[in-house]
């Protein structure tokens, strides 16, 4: 089975900076998007930043300017650069890829990251 390897969470200090990065365990054909979503206790999970094939990026309103998603075909894999973190940015970071692999398309979630922000 597929499965998402994550890594770069951790304790960082407000202010501080992080960079995740995200690849499937084996290659995956006809990716359409890439990109990182975050949960908090009690609340959904919410798109925190996509990149698709075609280098279109999104970003959640909070982290624009402070945030930055690329992209590398070669080794499919997704980075998401984080500056200026603060306390608020804390959550479980899950990377998801999205295909369009058979007739309906497919989605791949990892198993998240816990990203800390605190003194």
């Known amino acids: 089975q597929v499965h998402l390897m994550e890594s770069g969470g951790g304790l960082v200090q407000p202010g501080g900076s992080l960079r995740l990065s995200c690849a499937p365990s084996?290659?995956?054909?006809?990716?359409?998007?890439m990109g990182w979503y975050r949960q908090t206790s009690g609340k959904q999970r919410d798109l925190v930043a996509m990149?698709?094939?075609?280098?279109?990026?999104t970003y959640e309103d909070s982290v624009k300017g402070r945030f930055t998603i690329s992209r590398d075909n070669a080794k499919n894999t997704v980075i998401l650069q984080m500056d200026t973190l603060k306390p608020e940015d804390t959550a479980v970071y899950y990377c998801?890829?999205?295909?369009?692999?058979?007739?309906?398309?497919?989605?791949?979630w990892g198993e998240g990251t816990q990203v800390t922000v605190s003194s």
């Open positions: 998801k890829i999205e295909t369009s692999e058979g007739p309906y398309g497919s989605a791949y």
């Open positions: 084996e290659s995956i054909n006809r990716i359409r998007a």
């Open positions: 990149i698709t094939a075609e280098n279109k990026i």
